[in-house]
């Protein structure tokens, strides 16, 4: 795990190679209060099988911390990862929460996956967050800003001195995440990004993703000020039309996330696995030819 301090808390990042995602756990540290942000729930695609390894890594560096985790936050549905919100908000009586408008995107996936009994209300977490709510750790406040465009449900969480970025930005060598989900909007995207880079310049911004472009060993953490100024995709003067035809041209030939289709069925269930069917096993469901590949 890698630590990093901004103003009154502490940040202590734990990355998943598999998928390359970063998890985050952030405290307060005069109450030790704290928040885990979008934790992994493991899953082996050949074997069919889950399991909790990244999530209990997360666990036990909360209880030996002595922190009292009360909320886990997702940033969005994810594409390439299970989310092991339930699980580990099931360990320590934490609640769940997301951006409201997840309940879009809800919807929008009960009807390519054709799950009728699916409710699209988000029942599926403990609190639905709005633009502008405010998580209080202690006496450190955590800011929901929303920031669609990678998905219209996507949130930034904005603490003291840091924000939380998910699939916005990535590290500035790597640009920015993909906007061609169902839903997703390049245009959205750059406004989203120009609002996050009006934080202060000092900020610490955490990403969502990193896979270590050229072969540098992987990196979660990048400033305002360096992203303003060497990100590869925004920094600079680049103007909205250009950003949006630079994301379009690459995203169109761009694959889907190995596992979008997997994981896009249990996060639209707040992190829980299908029902158990008659059998007492559950099942994941494919749809056939509803993608098609990018042309090549
Ligand atoms: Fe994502």
């Known amino acids: 795990m890698h630590t990093f301090h901004a103003q009154s808390c502490t940040i202590s990042s734990l990355y998943d190679k598999t998928t390359g995602s970063f998890q985050y756990v952030l405290s307060d540290d005069a109450s030790a209060q ?3 942000i ?14 909790t390894q990244n999530a209990d890594l997360l666990l036990n560096h909360v209880l030996e911390s002595g922190l009292k985790v009360i909320w886990v936050l997702d940033t969005h549905p994810h594409a390439d990862h299970f989310s092991a919100a339930p699980y580990l908000a099931g360990k320590l009586g934490a609640r769940t929460a997301i951006g409201e408008k997840v309940r879009e995107v809800q919807a929008l996936w009960k009807g390519i996956y054709c799950l009728p009994d699916l409710p699209t209300d988000g ?9 502008g709510d405010e ?8 800011r929901v800003m929303l920031s669609p465009g990678h998905t219209l449900a996507s949130v930034t969480y904005i603490g003291p001195g840091c924000a939380f970025v998910h ?16 839903r997703g909007d390049a245009q959205a995207l750059y406004r989203s990004i120009r609002s996050i880079l009006a934080l202060d310049p000092e900020t610490q911004l955490f990403v969502g993703h990193d896979y270590g472009p050229n072969g540098r060993e992987p990196r979660e953490m990048a400033t305002v000020e360096e992203q303003r100024k060497d990100n590869i995709h925004v920094g600079g003067n680049r103007t909205e039309a250009e950003f949006v035809a630079l994301r379009e041209k690459r995203d169109a030939t761009l694959p889907l996330p190995k596992l979008m289709l997997h994981a896009l069925q249990v996060n639209i269930r707040g992190g829980r696995l299908p029902e158990l069917e008659a059998c007492g096993r559950a099942f994941l469901r494919i749809p056939l030819d509803y993608f098609t590949p990018p042309a090549r």
């Open 167 to 182: 699939d916005t930005l990535m590290m500035p060598d790597a640009g920015t995440s993909r906007a061609d989900f169902p």
């Open 123 to 131: 029942s599926q977490w403990d609190r639905l967050l709005a633009d």
């Open 135 to 142: 998580i209080m750790l202690g006496n450190s406040r955590l």
């Open 34 to 36: 704290a928040v885990i």
């Open 38 to 51: 979008d934790p992994v729930l493991d899953f082996d695609v050949m074997a069919g099988a889950t399991s």
